[in-house]
């Protein structure tokens, strides 16, 4: 998740570079938001792990995020860039979610 469309499109070919599957989402400032409406996340809900922009990260959606936690872990990221400058996630925290037992 990140407001910033470049961002979003980066750190998804970046992650697709390794072959894993993406979804990417604006966050709540662009689009109605499940988090915002007290309801889980449908993109949450398929997710295996989640990145969060930590430029993108209100008070408010953190909040939001901590009273309805994903199954999957989050983690919060700043974005570098690499050498052809395209920007990539380096994770600076992770909140654990509650992924069952498989």
């Known amino acids: 998740m990140s407001r910033d469309g470049e961002r979003r499109s980066d750190w998804a070919e970046y992650f697709e570079g390794f072959g894993l599957r ?7 400032q662009a689009t109605t938001c499940a988090l915002s409406l007290d309801r889980r996340c449908p993109l949450h809900e398929e997710a295996d792990f989640i990145f969060y922009d930590q430029e993108s990260l209100t008070p408010e ?12 872990p989050i983690a919060y990221a700043r974005s570098e860039r690499d050498a052809r ?13 509650r992924r069952p037992e498989r």
């Open 22 to 28: 993406t979804m990417r989402c604006a966050g709540p």
């Open 61 to 72: 959606l953190e909040s939001q995020l901590r009273q309805l936690p994903p199954l999957a």
């Open 85 to 97: 400058g395209r920007q990539f996630p380096v994770a600076t925290d992770i909140f654990s979610g």
